[in-house]
Structures are given as C-alpha cells and as structure tokens.
C-alpha cells in the first residue's frame, strides 16, 4: 500500500523566512502527490500537484514543490512565508484506481511576527 | 464553478437522533468521497462512489449509511451516533479515472453528538 510521512509535526518560522515542509512517499512507481493546506475548521484547499513531467511544480500562494524520486520526497517550500500562511498543511498521494486519496499525518505551521 | 457545498455546516444530535449530511457538486464529477477528520488528525477515508454506485466502504460502521441519488449529490445519513463519533465530515469530488487531476474538497461539517 503507499503511504505519505511527514516528519514534523510542527514548525514554527519568522514572518518573511523561508520555509521548507517535508514530505517522503512510499510507492514502487511514479505516485500521483498532492500539498493540501487546511486552515482551523476549514475544508482543504489544493497548493499545488505533480503526476509527470517537470519535477519542481510551482502553486498557488507563491508555494513550489520539488518530486526527488532518489529520495523518494516531495518538499513544500516557500522563499517569504507571510502570517497567513499559518495553517495545516497535509501531503497526500492517490492510491489505486478510484482516486482516493492517502493523506501524510500533517504538519502545523505558525508563524510568528 | 469548482466548488464543492456541503450542508450543514455544524450539527450537533444526540445518541439517538437520525440526521443526514449533504454533499453537492456541478462539475460534471463522477466520483464522489466522505472523509472523517478527528482533530488533529488527517483525514480517512469513509467512502468513494463511482457513477452512483459504492465502490469503496472502509469498514464504515452501519451506522453512517451513504447514499448517491444522482451524479451531483452525495449524503451521508447519521444514525444512532457515538460521542466519538464527533468530527469533520468532509465530501470530495473527482472525475472518475481521470488521475492526472485533484480531488475538490467542501468546507465540510463540523458533527457533533451529544
């Protein structure tokens, strides 16, 4: 079965430092990898999603992710996080044929001024 | 329009209260998810129909008992209900084995039993 991990539980950064959520995969073949973010109560918004092609994916926010199959990894990064950006943020893949998907445990991120 | 409504978005009932969860979309999708969030928690998942019919239920507790009337609507209907049964109850949509895409997700409802 595949499966998504996410090292952090939390992450605290300064408002306008960089940011990079890590994210491994486990899967033979090419996984269909997925950042959510998800705000308190709130549904999940998609940031951004690779299924083939040019590894690093830019998305919406000013997020990119970079698919290392080496490293079986797919990081979230972003160069200037703003205090909006404080949020849940789940790695996900697609398992089997029906599109469902299998989320990564989550990493909290806070900002702080 | 890309959005995913779900209704209501909180509800609290009791034990023995019969209530359902509804999920709607217009984008043509054919395959439509429950997810249950615990706190702090990723989502799981419940349930995927594919072209109205059931095609995954993960060991979901008869209890909560879906249902697809047609290819816009998903509901999800509640019956005699535990405390820990309190969650987020989150629908998805997606085109049906079309997987170079994402899975649209509602706002969700904030369940709680009492």
Partial sequence: AQSVTQPDIHITVSEGASLELRCNYSYGATPYLFWYV????????????????D??????KGFEAEFKRSQSSFNLRKPSVHWSDAAEYFCAVIEGSQGNLIFGKGTKLSVKP | DTEVTQTPKHLVMGMT??????CEQHMGHRAMYWYKQKAKKP???????????????????????PECPNSSLLNLHLHALQPEDSALYLCASS?????????????GTRLTVV
Avoid: H
């Fill in chain 2, 17 to 22: 209260n019969k209530k359902s969860l509804k």
């Fill in chain 2, 43 to 65: 989502p799981e998942l419940m349930f995927v129909y594919s072209y109205e019919k059931l095609s995954i239920n993960e060991s979901v507790p008869s209890r909560f008992s």
């Fill in chain 2, 95 to 107: 085109p049906y084995r079309v997987t170079n895409t994402e899975a649209f997700f509602g706002q």
């Fill in chain 1, 55 to 60: 590894t690093l994916v830019q998305g919406i």
């Fill in chain 1, 38 to 53: 998800q705000s308190p109560g709130q549904g999940l918004q998609l940031l951004l999603k690779y299924f083939s092609g």
